[in-house]
């Protein structure tokens, strides 16, 4: 728990190829995921963040912007994937089979 006021805090991260950021927010209880993705200003540093399009979780697991969070809790902000992992790995499967570079 927090200082006397009862707020909490968590943590926000977003990361980039070349970057990583990780903001401590102090935030009032029962402060949802989106609410505390606003109150870390993170949005006006990194304008690209679109929480329509970019999915959010607490420690590696999917969760809604509508979750309350507790104290502790890592907010990652996930950027959408450029190309399908598993498709990207047949790609290569290919073509060493082939023995093609």
Do not use: W
Request: charge should be positive.
């Amino acid at each position: 728990m927090g200082p006397a006021d009862g707020s909490i805090v968590v943590e926000v991260v977003y990361a980039l190829p070349d970057e990583q950021v990780l903001l401590a927010v102090r935030v009032p209880p029962e402060t949802t995921l989106l609410e505390a993705v606003e109150l870390s200003g993170i949005r006006s540093a990194y304008p690209e963040i679109d929480l329509a399009r970019n999915a959010v979780g607490i420690f590696g697991k999917l969760a809604s912007p509508h979750t309350v969070l507790r104290c502790g809790d890592r907010i990652e902000i996930y950027r959408p994937l450029i190309a399908d992992p598993k498709e990207t790995r047949r790609r290569r499967a290919g073509l060493k089979k082939s023995g093609r570079p």
